[in-house]
Structures are given as C-alpha cells and as structure tokens.
C-alpha cells in the first residue's frame, strides 16, 4: 500500500510503482480535473504539481510521488486570483488545456509574483493549446499577478 497526499488529503493505493501519476489521480482517486492529451509529456494537459513544481503526470510514475505533496486543478481554491482572472478574462474556449496551463501559472505565480510578459511566454510555451488562446492566457497570468499583489 503506497500512501499519497493530494489537494491536502491522504490516499492509499495498490498499484504498480510504474503506473502513471495521471491514472492514478483520475481512477483511482478520482480527481479528473487532470485532463490525458499527448500521453508522452509533451502538451502539458496533465501538468500537476509535485513538491510545488509542475511535472507532466502522465510520464511520472507512481513510485516518484511517495511521500510528496500532489496539488491538482482541484486544489487550488476558486476564489483564487488565477481562477477568477481565468474566468473573467474568459481565457477557456474547448478547455482541454486549461486544468494544465492554469496549474502551470499557478506554480509560475508561486515563484515569481514579478514575472515579465517574456517570463509568462516562456514558461506558458511548453503547453500546447490547439484553441490558440496564449494571448488571452497572458493576459489572465498578468491579471492574476495585480489581484494577488492587491489582496496579499
């Protein structure tokens, strides 16, 4: 039985080391914010935090996660600045893409509450959006930074 702590909460599971940290989330925990894109790390769908930087969880095995702290879309809080510029910018159009960019930001914002617009590109740029909405994600990511320097 390998215990993990995901959004703050405990869980136990009986799987193979191997299995993806994305099959685990989404089955058999059943968060399934986690969205499955490329399945081979490359668009960033699957983007979660582990110890507070972004993996892609359909390539991080299970093993890799044991005694971390997993945050998913769902842990981060909706009245959070990034949720509510996600919405009122309207950033979203098929969404596949956005548990992944948003928990990237999330992270991007963590670390760097000063981030430049070439930083946001830079950092954002690893996650494909076949929607094409990157302007309106920077946007968002530029927005959230003025709420959270705003309410502290």
Known sequence: MKKLKINGKFFNVNLSDDTPLLWVIRD???LTGTKFGCGKGICGSCTILLD??????????LKLAINKEIITIEGIPEDHPLKRAWIELQVPQC?????GQIVEAYALLKNNLNAS?????SIMSSHLCR???Y???KKAIKRAQSLLKKEG
């Open 117 to 121: 617009d070439n930083e946001i590109v």
């Open 28 to 30: 058999h925990i059943g």
């Open 131 to 133: 929607c094409g909405t």
């Open 135 to 137: 302007n309106r994600i």
């Open 52 to 61: 507070g930087n972004p993996v892609r969880s359909c390539i991080t095995p």
């Open 95 to 99: 969404g596949y893409c956005q548990s």
